[in-house]
Structure formats: structure tokens, C-alpha cells
């Protein structure tokens, strides 16, 4: 095992369900089944990032670049620089952020489907898209104050 995997292993120590695997035949951690952490072969590391809010916070990070295998970009894999693989302070928070991004996915928003006839053809059905509207609370407040006031 090399010293950077040693390394990427006393970081993951704390997390569960923690496995080392191999993917794309380069050595991985798995957290849950869900491939986590890769080591490159030139002995840098690649995190997973499936959140979009993690993705922007880990873009801000200078040389921070998105892993290219074999002339093809890996869609949500980001190549961390050097300055991490030895550094407890910088490596111990990313992992955290992105381990938490992977067993707790946002949910994303259920759309629903409206079928309603059209008034020209009652043969046609028109297919309209409904997507749930948030409320402001400060709407009812305001409303409150024109009927009180």
C-alpha cells in the first residue's frame, strides 16, 4: 500500500462502511458501495462530488480541475492538487463535505403531469407542467397588513 493510500486511509478511518476497491483499475474507497476516493497513478486524489452546492465550493479552490481518464472529462470526479495529499487540515474537511453529499443526495423536486383537454379539439390532450411554487411567508404578511391596516 502506498503512502498516499495510508495516508486517504487514516482520514477515512472515522467514516462507516468504509472499503477499498479497485476502479478503472486504479486503487478506490468506497463508502456504502459508492465509489468515493480514487488514487491516480501518479499518486494524486480524485474525489466524487454529486452536489451541486459541494461542486461550486470545491471549484473555488485553486487548481482544483475535473478528472480527465484517458482523454474523456469523468462527469462529477475532481483531481484535488498536490498540496493535499499531505496536509491533514486541508484534505479532513473536503472529505467530510463530499462524504456527507454522497449518503445524503439533495432531493430534487418532484414535478407532476396535468392532462387537460384543449378548448379547440376535445380529441387533443395538452401535457402541462406543474412544478410546486415555494411560498414567501412574507406574502401572507403583507397581505395580512393591507386587510388589517
Not at 479552490?61 to 475535473?66: D, E, K, L, N
Request: aromatic residues 10%; glycine residues 2%.
Amino acid at each position: 500500500m502506498s503512502e498516499l493510500q495510508e495516508f486517504v486511509k487514516k482520514r477515512t478511518s472515522d467514516f462507516s462502511g468504509i472499503s477499498c476497491r479497485k476502479i478503472y483499475g486504479l486503487d478506490a474507497f468506497y463508502l456504502s458501495d459508492i465509489p468515493f476516493i480514487v488514487i491516480s497513478s501518479n499518486e494524486q486524489i480524485i474525489v466524487k462530488v454529486d452536489d451541486f452546492e459541494v461542486k461550486k465550493t470545491l471549484l473555488k479552490i485553486p487548481q482544483v480541475s475535473q478528472w480527465i481518464l484517458n482523454d474523456k472529462v469523468m462527469e462529477n470526479w475532481f483531481l484535488l492538487p498536490d498540496t493535499f495529499n499531505k496536509k491533514k487540515n486541508k484534505l479532513a474537511p473536503i472529505l467530510e463535505m463530499t462524504s456527507k453529499a454522497l449518503l445524503h443526495p439533495r432531493k430534487e423536486k418532484t414535478k407532476r403531469k396535468k392532462k387537460s383537454k384543449t378548448q379547440n379539439n376535445s380529441d387533443k390532450i395538452a401535457v402541462e407542467t406543474v412544478t410546486n411554487v415555494e411560498k414567501n411567508p412574507s406574502f401572507f404578511k403583507r397581505l395580512c397588513n393591507f386587510i388589517i391596516g
